[in-house]
C-alpha cells in the first residue's frame, strides 16, 4: 500500500506549505518533473518553450495549492494544469500558425492499422540509440492534439481511464475511442518504420 | 460467430487492456489463434507501448531541476505561503 502512504504524504505535506513551510514545495513535486515536462514537449515541440511552460504550470500549482482538494490526486491536478498552460500557449502561438485544437475528423474517423505479415520484437534496449528514440517522440508528436492528449495521459503517464477522462473532461467512453485512434495511428506509422530499422541493422550482435 | 479482421482491428487497444466483454474477448482471442496479421498488428501495437512508456524515450533537459527549483526558490522565498482559503 505504498501508493496509499504516498497519498496520505503528500496532502500533510500540502497541509504543512500551505501552513507556511514552503520550502517542501520542492519536495512535493519532485516526483513530477518528468511527466510535467513530457506533457509539455508533445505539446510544444521544443525544449525550451516545454521548459518554460512547465515551470509556469508548477508555479501556477503553488500559487493555487490552497485550491487542491483532495478529490483528486495531486499528480492528476498537476497534470491537468500542465495540459492547461500547454494548451494555451499554443493558442497564443497559433495567431501565427494554425494547428487546430479540435478534432480533425470527426469522432467516428477510422484508422487502418499498417499490415505486417509478422513481428519481430523490438527490445527496449534500442531506446539507447538516438534514432529510435527520436522516431517516436515524432510519431507522438504529429498525432492530432485530442488523440495525443488522450494517448500521453494514459499510455505516458500512466492515468487510469477514469483520471484521463477528469483530466480531459470527458466520458471514459470517448477516453477509450481516443486511446483507441492513437494507438492505431501510431501503429501504422511507427510499425513500419521500426520493422525496417529491425531488419536493416540487428540491436545486438547476438540477437 | 466468426469475426473478420477488419473487426478485430476495432478491439485491438480494449484487448490489450483487458476492457472487452467477456464474449467479444474470447472472439477476439479465437481469431487470433489462426490470424498471422491480426497477430501481427496486435504484437506491433503492443510492443509499441512498451518502448513509448519507457522513461527513456524523453529526457530531461540538462540542469533543468536545478533551474527548475531555483525559479521556485524565487517565489517561495517570496513573502508569504500561497494563499489560504476558508481559514
Ligand atoms: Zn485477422
Redesign the interface.
Known amino acids: 500500500m505504498a501508493e496509499a502512504t504516498e497519498l496520505r504524504n503528500e496532502l500533510q505535506m500540502i497541509t504543512s506549505i500551505l501552513g507556511g513551510e514552503t520550502h517542501l514545495f520542492h519536495e512535493l513535486i519532485r516526483p513530477y518533473e518528468r511527466s510535467v515536462y513530457v506533457m509539455a514537449l508533445s505539446f510544444l515541440h521544443n525544449e525550451a518553450d516545454a521548459e518554460d511552460t512547465a515551470q509556469e504550470a508548477f508555479l501556477k500549482a503553488y500559487r493555487n495549492l490552497s485550491s487542491f482538494r483532495g478529490d483528486s490526486k495531486f499528480g492528476t491536478w498537476l497534470i491537468s494544469i500542465t495540459l492547461n498552460e500547454a494548451r494555451s500557449r499554443i493558442r497564443r502561438k497559433n495567431a501565427v500558425k494554425i494547428e487546430s485544437l479540435d478534432e480533425p475528423t470527426g469522432e467516428d474517423g477510422h484508422v487502418s492499422p499498417a499490415l505486417l505479415r509478422d513481428w519481430r520484437e523490438i527490445p527496449s534496449e534500442s531506446l539507447e540509440r538516438q534514432e529510435v528514440r527520436h522516431l517516436l517522440q515524432e510519431a507522438i508528436g504529429s498525432l492530432p492534439p485530442i488523440y495525443r492528449e488522450t494517448f500521453l495521459l494514459r499510455d505516458v503517464e500512466e492515468l487510469s481511464i477514469a483520471e484521463a477522462a477528469q483530466v480531459l473532461k470527458i466520458t471514459a467512453v470517448s477516453v477509450k475511442v481516443r486511446l483507441h485512434r492513437a494507438r492505431m495511428m501510431l501503429q501504422k506509422s511507427l510499425a513500419p518504420q521500426l520493422k525496417q530499422m529491425n531488419s536493416k541493422r540487428r540491436w545486438f550482435p547476438w540477437s | 460467430m466468426v469475426l473478420e479482421c ?1 473487426h478485430v ?2 478491439h ?3 484487448y ?2 483487458g ?1 472487452l466483454d467477456s464474449e467479444v474477448q474470447m472472439q477476439v482471442q479465437k481469431h487470433l489463434e489462426h490470424c ?2 491480426c ?3 496486435l ?3 503492443r ?15 540538462l540542469g ?2 536545478e ?3 531555483a ?3 524565487k ?3 517570496g513573502l508569504a ?5 476558508e481559514t
Open positions: 477488419k482491428w476495432e485491438i487497444s480494449g490489450l487492456d476492457t498471422e496479421i497477430s501481427a498488428i504484437d506491433s501495437t510492443n509499441i507501448l512498451i518502448l513509448t512508456a519507457d522513461d527513456r524515450v524523453y529526457e530531461l533537459p533543468f531541476s533551474r527548475l527549483h525559479r521556485l526558490d517565489e517561495l522565498s505561503p500561497p494563499e489560504k482559503s
